[in-house]
T-cell receptor
Framework: GENVEQHPSTLSVQEGDSAVIKCTYS??????FPWYKQELGKRPQLIID?????GEKKDQRIAVTLNKTAKHFSLHITETQPEDSAVYFC???????????FGTGTSLTVIP | DAGVIQSPRHEVTEMGQEVTLRCKPI?????LFWYRQTMMRGLELLIY????????DSGMPEDRFSAKMPNASFSTLKIQPSEPRDSAVYFC??????????????FGEGSRLTVL
């Protein structure tokens, strides 16, 4: 099965700085890579995703990059704000009808 | 749509008791997932169903855990007997099939289980 590894497990940044979270996957058939944000006591919610036919995707202050050859993908948050503080999970999937495998999460703290 | 509905939201029970967690997926979604979340292990996939049929239950930790999906609108995750190490937040999630799928995995609010 798929194995998704995520680093770092915790990350603290000053407000306004950038944050980068990295994930690797093992299954070359995985073709869909979403990122979820989970605020304390709440459900995970999708913030951005990327499919294997794209190398980079941006949505305002967040971006995701994918390197299929190396089997790794990263989340980039620029101009961080205190409300970005949360746990972020990466995931990999073969797509609809298949399971999603999650990384172990990164607890991001943005210091005002 | 009310989203994925889970019950109970919180359960506190004693070791050895049976626990049943319930999930109602979003109407029209035909894939349903059960995840367990702990600090140490993050989000672990326990089992998932397609069209009410269990596809992969390799994540179910042991025989004390069982899951059913008797129809398209209801699933249960049962732990019998429960143990303190089962304490976690259990999430149910669903997605539609084929072209209707935008990629998002829709999570319920979770059921926080504490086994004393």
């Amino acid at each position: 099965g798929e194995n998704v590894e995520q680093h770092p497990s915790t990350l603290s940044v000053q407000e306004g700085d950038s944050a980068v979270i990295k994930c690797t996957y093992s299954d070359s058939a995985s073709n869909y890579f979403p990122w979820y944000k989970q605020e304390l006591g709440k459900r995970p919610q999708l913030i951005i995703d990327i499919r294997s036919n794209v190398g980079e995707k941006k949505d305002q202050r967040i971006a995701v990059t994918l390197n299929k050859t190396a089997k790794h993908f990263s989340l980039h948050i620029t101009e961080t704000q205190p409300e970005d503080s949360a746990v972020y999970f990466c995931a990999a999937s073969r797509g609809t009808g298949n399971q999603f495998y999650f990384g172990t999460g990164t607890s991001l703290t943005v210091i005002p | 749509d009310a989203g994925v509905i889970q019950s109970p939201r919180h359960e506190v029970t004693e070791m050895g008791q049976e626990v049943t967690l319930r999930c109602k997926p979003i109407s029209g979604h035909n894939s349903l997932f059960w995840y367990r979340q702990t600090m140490m292990r993050g989000l672990e996939l326990l089992i998932y169903f397609n069209n009410n049929v269990p596809i992969d239950d390799s994540g179910m930790p042991e025989d004390r855990f069982s899951a059913k999906m008797p129809n398209a609108s209801f699933s249960t995750l049962k732990i019998q007997p429960s143990e303190p190490r089962d304490s976690a937040v259990y999430f149910c999630a669903s997605i539609p099939s084929g072209r209707a799928w935008t990629g998002e995995l829709f999570f319920g609010e979770g059921s926080r289980l504490t086994v004393l």
